[in-house]
């Protein structure tokens, strides 16, 4: 609600300045995609791993941005500059990534009352996901970008006790794309994008009792189809 907030302050003041231009472009986007990736834990004790298979989550999102051009700077570089727009991306809503279990056999030989089926169970929902970029201008209507992105993670997992991980975690990554816009004349603009994303994984360690075990959290990439309409003023 904050980050709304936000937004509606920042779109509400903009949109009362002068009418001389400004070089800036506000708007809002929604997107569909889709990403991938896979996990594993490890246990440094017998070197044994559990690895899951790829997995492919179907997601939708929407979101607002700002962007500014570079046309402020003198001479040629202004005139290159009028084409250029740097940006900020952001995504208003969580998302929930759903969640994935798995079976932990217990093979000690010195219990065995233990039950060697312990089914772990983690959830995880993105909280934040922020996108910093560059956009290009090849032709008016036609632009490519690229730039990096920071993803907020939250994740519950359920399981044994002696079983403990963190529960936040942030991810970095980058992103490219090319995408068609056409403008009015009084500056509405609408926007057609196709996104490509490459995100770092990440790993953890267990800080139960069971310290022995590591997740890992592998790369994870996707694809996305964005439309946006906004203003440029």
Not at 42 to 50: F, G, I, K, R
Not at 67 to 91: C, M, Q, T, W
Not at 165 to 189: A, C, Q, R, W
Request: glycine fraction near 12%; avoid cysteine; charge should be negative.
């Amino acid at each position: 609600m904050k980050r709304i907030l936000i937004s509606i302050l920042l779109l509400s003041g903009m949109i009362s300045m002068a009418s001389a231009e400004l070089g800036l472009n506000l708007g809002v986007s929604g997107q569909v995609g889709s990403m991938e990736t896979s996990g594993k834990e490890v246990n440094s004790n017998t070197s044994l791993t559990e690895t899951s298979d790829v997995h492919e989550a179907l997601f939708a999102t929407g979101g607002y941005f700002i962007e500014k051009d570079l046309a402020f700077l003198p001479g040629f570089l202004g005139r290159v500059g009028s084409r250029v727009h740097l940006g900020y991306d952001n995504i208003v809503h969580d998302l929930d990534m759903g969640s994935q279990s798995n079976v932990r056999t217990n093979i000690s030989p010195l219990d065995d009352d233990a039950d060697p089926n312990q089914v772990h169970t983690l959830n995880a929902e993105v909280t934040g996901f922020n996108t910093k970029y560059v956009t290009l201008n090849i032709f008016p209507w036609l632009y490519v970008k690229g730039g990096d992105v920071s993803v907020d993670v939250s994740s519950k997992f359920v399981g044994t006790s002696t079983s403990t991980y963190p529960t936040t975690h942030k991810l970095d990554g980058s992103m490219v794309g090319i995408g068609i816009e056409n403008t009015s004349e009084n500056g509405l603009f609408f926007r057609l994008e196709f996104n490509d994303y490459d995100i770092d994984g990440k790993a953890v360690a267990n800080t139960g009792t069971d310290s022995k075990f590591t997740a890992t959290l592998n790369d994870v990439s996707g694809t996305t189809g964005r439309i946006s309409i906004g203003k440029a003023f």
